[in-house]
């Protein structure tokens, strides 16, 4: 399918049904799987044959929507989890231990910045946060000896900032560490850093893949061209006693990465995502590409409305034609950017507060990018933990309203907001 055109590998990619057998994935709800031998077992056990044995590794259904995502960013694997948060974790935990450091945008989601900051330090792993706009040479400066990855998101949720990918994959490469990149509001069709140098690319498929808001769920990919036998990721280049002295880069080359997530960390830790949630996933995304390009096209209306209109202050869309972010976006994001749209209403906090229980179409939820309309106030909900300065240094100002413009006719979205103001306006 990889010669396809990203439309029709969302739809067909990852599945391709025998004679005989059914037309759709199917949910394979079993947790384990039955062999004739116990030398055939052992074999799946020592990682000599492939297939499934018991679910917290693998399963069917899981790996045919593991094969779609790989296909879709252009990565050699991909690995299915639980949520998000445990994606962003395995990504990181698969390659460094306590005393390693890592280096991140300071601009990401909240949850990750709390695992960064505070679960990942608490575990020994140190992490530097820097500006993704300043220079190579400032954040070349961050790197230590113990450095081991750069992790920066795509179009950071909720502040929207679209990163150079192409500086940010220079700078991890000249320090011979991988790029990480959260690609979760893009989605692959939109943007496949990949293509743009990233290594290894991490996603939140609770969003847009998913898209109808049924399933948590989270993916690793990785591109496969990160060369790991520098001498710094010996979890990868040395024997595994735990897999009778195992060299992943040896065995399994350009699956090395995933292969060891799975078989350690799904092994060690769970959070496998369940057969029936990737079996919504899948189904998700055969319609991305379609949701995406309303999602955009909606948003990109909403986006210039706001800015017409005196009431509001400021708004933060990428995909603006005025926005700081015009040319990384003609770059990196040529057919849109995402449904998220983030921008302040004059009167501060109270007014913003008004302005969002005064919305009739559009639901107060934490979550965003799904099919229906929904907003949020980030710094009461997903950034409350933070300290004033962590907030102003993660871009989030009080007056901050999360729009997460929907799949929905686009004047009904618009009335909706007008209406709103209307009602903010009459006091
Ligand atoms: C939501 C989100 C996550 C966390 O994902 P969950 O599926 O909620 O665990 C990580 N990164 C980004 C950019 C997100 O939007």
Redesign the pocket.
């Known amino acids: 399918m990889k010669n396809y055109r990203i439309e029709t590998r969302c739809v067909q990619s990852g599945y391709q049904p025998k004679d005989g057998e059914p037309r759709i994935l199917p949910i394979i709800q079993s947790t384990t799987f039955k062999y004739d031998s116990a030398e055939t077992m052992g074999k799946l056990f020592d990682l000599e044959t492939d297939g499934p044995f018991y679910t917290r590794l693998g399963n069917p259904t899981l790996s045919a929507v593991e094969s779609k995502i790989a296909e879709l960013e252009g990565g050699a694997a991909a690995l299915l989890t ?7 974790f395995f990504s990181i935990i698969n390659i460094c231990r306590a005393g390693d450091h890592i280096i991140s945008s300071a601009s ?2 909240g ?2 910045f709390n695992l960064f900051s505070k679960t990942l330090r608490d575990m020994g792993i140190s992490c530097s946060f820097v500006d993704p706009n300043a220079s190579a040479e400032e954040i070349s400066d961050v790197f230590r000896p113990e450095t081991r990855l750069l992790f920066a ?1 795509t ?4 502040t929207l900032v679209v990163l150079d990918i192409e500086k940010f994959a220079t700078i991890a490469h000249e320090h011979h560490v991988p790029l990480i990149i ?1 690609n ?2 893009p989605t692959p069709v939109n943007c496949r850093p990949i293509e743009f140098g990233a290594d290894i690319v ?6 847009y893949m998913d898209g109808h808001a049924t399933s ?3 993916a690793i990919v990785d591109s496969g061209k990160f060369d790991w036998t520098s001498g710094s990721y010996p979890e990868l280049t040395e024997p595994d006693p735990s897999y009778h002295g195992i060299v992943y880069t040896q065995q399994f080359g350009q699956q090395a990465y995933i292969v060891k997530a799975r078989t350690h960390l799904l092994r060690d830790l769970g959070a496998t995502a369940s057969p029936f949630n990737a079996f919504l996933l899948n189904l998700g995304l055969e319609t991305l590409s379609l949701r995406m390009e309303r999602h955009c096209r909606n948003a990109e209306a909403v986006a210039a409305y706001l800015a017409s209109d005196d009431r509001i202050s400021w708004v933060n869309y990428p995909s603006l034609p005025d926005s700081p972010y015009a040319d990384r976006v003609r770059r990196y994001l040529p057919s849109g950017s995402c449904g998220v749209i983030s921008f302040g209403v004059k009167g501060g906090r109270a007014t913003a507060t008004h302005f969002m229980e005064s919305l009739k179409l559009a639901a107060i939820v934490i ?3 799904d099919a229906r309309t929904s907003v949020l106030h980030p710094a009461s909900t997903t950034h409350r933990q933070l300290s004033d300065d962590a907030l102003s240094a993660a871009g989030i100002t009080p007056d901050m309203i999360r729009l997460s413009v929907g799949i929905e006719h686009v004047d009904d979205i618009l009335n909706d907001v007008k209406q709103a103001l209307d009602a903010c306006s009459k006091g």
């Open positions: 639980s949520s998000g948060q445990a994606a962003v990401i989601y949850g990750t998101e179009l950071s949720n909720p959260d979760t509001f991490v996603h939140s498929t609770t969003k948590l769920g989270g979550h965003v990018a």
